[in-house]
């Protein structure tokens, strides 16, 4: 049997666009002599709608672009996923299904048994578990088909901390009775870069224990804050990764089961190299889906706007970035230099406006009320404010979408300022700590200086005041960012954390920050999510608490 994966890049919602991918790579496949072509979770709909699945006409519109894309299933097969209507009187309204089509026509439906509801996950709340099993029997073959999770769970009866599946099955279990030829597996797995080569080490655990080849594809292309890097692949019933498609773009691969031949894998990059180009993805993708093309943001002279920057050009092309220096009274010379060299090594246009003259002013309507007080944090933040005021006017008038620029470091304890620097309509780096956006700007300069050497460098520093440095409110980014990561990403208590040879007094004080910060975080622009644990739909902490 021929076996072609298509590994593509789809709208939520966009039911029309979505459709003409799906028939196009069907014809495609057709024309390459393919009898069977995957597509992956929830294409027909794009994963996660999040809400849109309670309105009973998107629903509708599912069901019609499913029977349309049946119809152009003549001469092959096709597997796609959409939802289904749970037609039982029991449950919620809804499978997620991997829909068979066949014969110009659907020929079944197979229900996503493992719901995860952790993390970015929320399925159980729309979703019905599946309880029925059943393969297959199509040109004299059995095939098992899978959705996502139902191949990643190691032990699914246990109801493991964090990962909870609401309905305690192995679907591999079940499905191998039936004694199916091979699996396939539709998924939407979004990147992460801490969890290195994990999804396919599963799937060879899989396929070794049950000794079944499994087609796996998985989708790419960003939505929102989640980014899917693709990386969709063949894995053959020794457990080994026979055929591996790219990452971070679309992809169609045609296999012939009777002869897959030599091993096609991708090249291997470090964690850096990821981030990178999962962020280039994310920003291309939010703003072509959502219709917009130029972006604006501030240059300071810093690495965090000259990361954004960077990134930003290779997503949308330098003449669709703008950038805009204002600087103040504590602005160094040696800051706007940077920022002027920065621009020019990427082509993009730059304006500064000189902000002294506006800060001066709010500080001389305020003097009255701030009488008798000394000079602090709120007058620091006046200049930040009237910094968000020019970009977001700059961004209103011309249409641009303005661009953050805090990292994941600032944005977990708070270093940074309510509409202010914490304006935009994205934030670029808000899931990449301090430690890796200097990694980042080693990487962006390996061919050539882009990141002007002197931005690299310098002690990090918000300019708010006389030789002021982040130092001066925060341990250094190296110890930081260790604190963060244990208590962010690996749920670590502070007693846990101190163990590992931390300061327990610094470690409290961090976590402190992180905690008090909540309600900051909670009015952020949406983050692109690079880690396990992105700050957003992912971690969900109370805004008032005491613990």
Not at 327 to 351: M, T
């Amino acid at each position: 049997m021929k076996v072609a994966l298509a590994q593509l890049n789809y709208i939520i919602g966009d039911f029309e666009g979505n459709a003409a991918k799906i028939i196009g790579s069907i014809e495609k496949a057709k024309n390459a002599g393919a009898d069977l072509v995957i597509f992956s979770e929830l294409s027909v709909t794009g994963y996660y709608p999040h809400d849109l699945l309670e309105k009973k006409e998107f629903i509708h519109k599912a069901e019609e672009t499913v029977k349309k894309i049946a119809a152009s299933c003549r001469g092959i097969a096709a597997v796609v996923g959409a939802p289904r209507i749970n037609k039982n009187e029991r449950g919620k309204t809804l499978f997620n299904s991997a829909f068979f089509l066949t014969d110009g026509k659907i020929h079944s439906a197979h229900n996503k048994t493992l719901l995860p509801t952790y993390d970015i996950f929320d399925e159980y709340r729309h979703f019905e578990p599946n309880r029925d099993f059943g393969v297959v029997e199509y040109k004299g073959k059995r095939i098992a088909i899978t959705i996502c999770e139902d191949l990643w769970d190691e032990q699914p009866t246990a109801n493991e901390f964090g990962k909870n599946k609401l309905y305690q099955v192995s679907p591999m279990e079940e499905l191998a009775k039936f004694q199916p030829d091979f699996v396939v597996n539709i998924s939407a797995s979004p990147f992460s870069y801490n969890q290195k080569n994990w999804r396919k080490d599963v799937l060879a655990t899989k396929a070794q224990k049950y000794k079944l080849p499994i087609f796996y594809v998985n989708q790419t292309g960003a939505q929102t804050e989640l980014i899917f890097d693709g990386g969709s692949v063949f894995i053959d019933e020794q457990g080994e990764t026979v055929k591996e498609m790219k990452y971070f773009e679309e992809d169609f691969l045609v296999l012939d089961t009777r002869n897959i031949g030599e091993k096609s894998l991708q090249r291997e990059t470090d964690h850096i190299e990821k981030i990178h180009d999962a962020l280039v993805l994310g920003i291309r993708d939010y703003f072509r889906k959502m219709g917009f093309r130029q972006a604006t943001l501030g240059l300071s002279g810093g690495i965090d706007s000259a990361i954004t920057a960077a990134l930003a050009v290779q997503a949308l092309g330098a003449e669709n970035v703008r950038g805009l220096l204002m600087p103040s009274k504590y602005s160094s010379d040696h800051s706007v230099e940077d920022a002027r060299q920065l621009a020019e090594n990427l082509g993009i246009r730059s304006d500064i406006i000189k902000i002294h003259n506006v800060v001066d002013a709010f500080e001389k309507e305020l003097a009255p009320l701030f009488n008798g007080t000394p000079p602090g944090i709120a007058e620091e933040n006046i200049q930040a404010r009237a910094r968000g005021i020019y970009l977001m006017a700059l961004s209103n008038k011309f249409g641009h979408i303005l661009l953050n620029t805090t990292n994941k470091s600032e944005c977990a304890v708070g270093y940074g300022t309510l509409y202010g620097d914490m304006n935009g309509g994205l934030a670029v780096l808000g899931d990449v700590y301090k430690s890796d956006v200097f990694s980042m700007a080693r990487f962006i300069n390996r061919n050539r200086e882009i990141i002007p050497e002197n931005t690299i460098i310098k002690p990090p520093s918000a300019e708010l005041r006389p030789d002021q440095k982040d130092t001066d409110s925060l341990p250094d980014y190296a110890i930081l960012d260790e604190i963060l990561f244990s208590f962010i990403e690996q749920n670590l208590s502070p007693r846990e954390i101190a163990a590992k040879g931390f300061d327990p007094q610094m470690v409290e004080k961090v976590i402190r920050m992180v905690n008090t910060n909540e309600y900051k975080r909670f009015q952020a622009a949406p983050i692109l999510r690079v880690s396990s644990k992105a700050f957003g739909f992912g971690r969900k902490m109370p805004l008032v608490a005491r613990y």
